[in-house]
């Protein structure tokens, strides 16, 4: 079983700090591409940042410049950056994950529980 548990959120004043980290745990081979999305009320889920397991960066151009995307191998972990918060930040963020898994050699998409991150102006 594979699982992500993401942690980090919280309540913040626009221009405020806040960092996300989500760790990949259970009966894993291989991690790709890991991630996160968000998704507030009313709005469809949507990608924020992703780390590919070649090192390449990719990020929303809402959140470029203020976001950054990190990750630890050895630690099977993501981690969220988010600098200079603005109101419109607020969502809950989801951590994602593309994983072989040991048992069943399936190659599959992962997601976490959510973590509310909440930005008042």
């Known amino acids: 079983q594979v699982q992500l548990v993401e942690s980090g959120g919280g309540l913040v004043q626009a221009g405020g700090s806040l960092r996300l980290s989500c760790a990949a745990s259970?009966?894993?081979?291989?991690?790709?591409?890991m991630g996160w999305y968000r998704q507030a009320p009313g709005k469809q889920r949507e990608l924020v940042a992703t780390?590919?397991?070649?090192?390449?960066?990719n990020y929303a151009d809402s959140v470029k410049g203020r976001f950054t995307i990190s990750r630890d191998n050895a630690k099977r972990t993501v981690y969220l950056q988010m600098n200079s918060l603005k109101p419109e930040d607020t969502a809950v963020y989801f951590c994602?994950?593309?994983?072989?898994?040991?048992?069943?050699?399936?190659?599959?998409?992962?997601w976490g529980q959510g973590t509310q991150v909440t930005v008042s102006s």
């Open positions: 994602n994950a593309d994983i072989r898994d040991i048992r069943t050699w399936d190659r599959n998409d992962y």
């Open positions: 780390f590919t397991s070649a090192g390449s960066t």
């Open positions: 259970g009966t894993i081979f291989s991690i790709n591409t």
